[in-house]
T-cell receptor, first 110, second 114 residues
Framework: DAGITQSPRHKVTETGTPVTLRCHQT?????MYWYRQDPGHGLRLIHY???????DKGEVSDGYSVSRSKTEDFLLTLESATSSQTSVYFC?????????FGSGTQLSVL | QKEVEQDPGPLSVPEGAIVSLNCTYS??????FMWYRQYSRKGPELLMY????GNKEDGRFTAQVDKSSKYISLFIRDSQPSDSATYLC??????????????FGKGTKLSVKP
């Protein structure tokens, strides 16, 4: 998957707990993204980063925060998980033209 | 009207058939058009990338863009069971840079029967 590693691959958590998902790339690409994919909604952008410490909101950013302290790592944090955040989360990277996706993290919030 | 419309299917065809997958869009500023293939429990993978109108061919796959009709298509010739997947169209108005402006269709699920 284009040098992208997402961890964990699966996670089950309880409502109200904090959750952090990690995306690690070995391609040295400038741009990194977090998407969620839900039936009936398709892929929706949560947050993206255009450089170390440079991030911006996407379409569905409420309830999520991100951090990028190194080029290769992009973290997505759910400060207080809710059941509506049960989803498959994909990290993606861009070489300034094309978008490449990781394998995804299946998150269940009970 | 949503920016990108894609019939979710499912679409079931026999092996060897020609498959046509389509998306319509409303934003005339879109210039870059992509097709992604997503196998079950996997991330989407880029299949085809085209700029503006016209056709692009890659093996059994042909991507077609008709900007005047705001309509894009992906044709798969001699379809194989390994082509069974969900196909997502995606498009944007701007070249490169942040792909935060990439808009995805919801995907069409294709099943190719042996």
């Amino acid at each position: 998957d284009a040098g992208i590693t997402q961890s964990p691959r699966h996670k089950v958590t309880e409502t109200g707990t904090p959750v952090t998902l990690r995306c690690h790339q070995t391609e040295n690409h400038r741009y990194m993204y977090w998407y969620r994919q839900d039936p009936g909604h398709g892929l929706r952008l949560i947050h993206y980063s255009y450089g170390v410490k440079d991030t911006d909101k996407g379409e569905v950013s409420d309830g999520y925060s991100v951090s990028r302290s190194k080029t290769e790592d992009f973290l997505l944090t759910l400060e207080s998980a809710t059941s509506s955040q049960t989803s498959v989360y994909f990290c993606a990277i861009s070489d300034d033209e094309k978008l490449f996706f990781g394998s995804g993290t299946q998150l269940s919030v009970l | 009207q949503k920016e990108v419309e894609q019939d979710p299917g499912p679409l079931s065809v026999p092996e060897g058939a020609i498959v046509s997958l389509n998306c319509t869009y409303s934003n005339s500023a879109f210039q870059y058009f992509m097709w992604y293939r997503q196998y079950s429990r996997k991330g989407p993978e880029l299949l085809m990338y085209t700029y503006s109108s016209g056709n692009k061919e890659d093996g059994r796959f042909t991507a077609q863009v008709d900007k005047s009709s705001k309509y894009i298509s992906l044709f798969i010739r001699d379809s194989q069971p390994s082509d069974s997947a969900t196909y997502l169209c995606a498009m944007s108005a701007n070249y490169g840079g942040s792909q935060g402006n990439l808009i995805f269709g919801k995907g069409t699920k294709l099943s190719v029967k042996p």
